[in-house]
């Protein structure tokens, strides 16, 4: 069975621009969720989605954003790219929604200049 | 925010000791998981603890959850390089959702 798949590996963008970064889930599993992992913060809880709709939200303001497909696989978005907004962004997908049991992408390395 | 704490932050040991890794919280969890990721890739997840005092153990590897549910550790015994990496706890919030609040990280290294 195929792990959790995230495009692009690595990106390089500067401020101002936006990105969008694409996940897809274990197959069957159905709710995906973001964390961002920097060195100073560790890795921080973004927004979850199941069945298209977003479940929970963490602490992020609204520059970053989300949304999740027919198929499972969803995408975020983060406009007005900031310094401080490189990161490995992590897509993590679980069998449903509250299963905390979650399975990690290998991650979008995003850098912004 | 549910705030886990991890210690040590960093440990250097030699091939075949033990160590032991900490993470507490002022929070009470429904479920803890360890992951141990390595430079470059996602956590990859290594055991789910639920219920309070639960101990799992996974080959070298023995995990413990808090009486309380808490708090965990992470035992490993007689280390091997393999066994380098950086391990983070994270709990589950008992509200029914899945945002995991992660602990600050044990960076492990196991000198041959």
Redesign the interface.
């Known amino acids: 069975k195929a792990g959790v798949t995230q495009t692009p590996r690595y990106l390089i963008k500067t401020r101002g621009q936006q990105v969008t970064l694409s996940c897809s889930p274990i197959s069957g599993h159905r709710s995906v969720s973001w964390y961002q992992q920097t060195p100073g913060q560790g890795l921080q809880f973004l927004f979850e989605y199941f069945s298209e709709t977003q479940r929970n939200k963490g602490n992020f303001p609204g520059r970053f954003s989300g949304r999740q497909f027919s198929n499972s696989r969803s995408e975020m978005n983060v406009s007005t790219l900031e310094l401080g907004d490189s990161a490995l962004y992590l897509c993590a997908s679980s069998r449903a929604w509250a299963d905390n049991e979650q399975f990690f992408g290998p991650g979008t390395r995003l850098t912004v200049l | 925010?549910q705030l886990l704490e991890q210690s040590p932050q960093f440990l250097s040991i030699q091939e075949g000791e033990n160590l032991t890794v900490y993470c507490n919280s002022s929070s009470v969890f429904?479920?803890l998981?360890w992951?141990r990721q390595e430079p470059?890739?996602?956590?990859?997840?290594l055991v789910?603890v639920v219920t309070g005092g639960e101990v799992k153990k996974l080959k070298r590897l023995t995990f413990q959850f808090g009486d309380a549910r808490k708090d965990s550790s992470l035992h490993i015994t007689a280390a091997q390089p393999g066994d380098t990496g950086l391990y983070?706890c994270?709990g589950?919030p008992q509200t029914?959702?899945?945002?995991?609040?992660?602990?600050?990280?044990t960076r492990l290294t196991v000198i041959p």
């Open positions: 925010t429904s479920s998981q992951y470059g890739e996602g956590p990859v997840l789910t983070l994270a589950a029914g959702a899945n945002n995991l609040f992660f602990g600050t990280g």
